[in-house]
């Protein structure tokens, strides 16, 4: 299973790296939260999951116990990746000023 996992991975996070490279030309403005690479990863984990749970009730516990161990993995990436995105779309509201120069701020006045 894991010689299927891992070119499977390898190409998830190639599709969401030349996905991801466009970003450099985005729209002034605050972004909406992008849900793909959160959607992937997390349809990745629930699969090696479904692996996990097939291998520990067939008898299998070793096998069972390394796939939970990459559904782990996988789940520390959706979760990366969310909140990545997350900051990216909700970006921290800029200081009032007055403050260091060449630093933008908002204005007090709304």
Do not use: K, N
């Not at 690479?37 to 996990?52: E, I, N, S």
């Not at 749970?53 to 990366?80: D, E, K």
């Amino acid at each position: 299973m894991l010689l299927i996992e891992i070119p499977a991975a390898i190409l998830l996070w190639l599709m969401l790296g030349i996905r991801g490279s466009d970003r450099a030309d985005e729209r002034i403005g605050t972004p909406t939260m992008d849900w793909v690479p959160v959607l992937w990863l997390g349809g990745f984990t629930l699969g090696v999951l479904v692996v996990a749970v097939v291998f520990l009730r067939s008898a299998h516990p070793y096998a069972g116990a390394v796939q939970l161990l990459i559904a782990a993995t996988a789940l520390v990436f959706a979760m990366t990746a969310w909140h990545e995105e997350y900051e990216r779309a909700h970006p921290s509201p800029l200081p009032t000023c007055p403050t260091r120069a060449g630093t933008p701020c908002a204005s007090s006045v709304p």
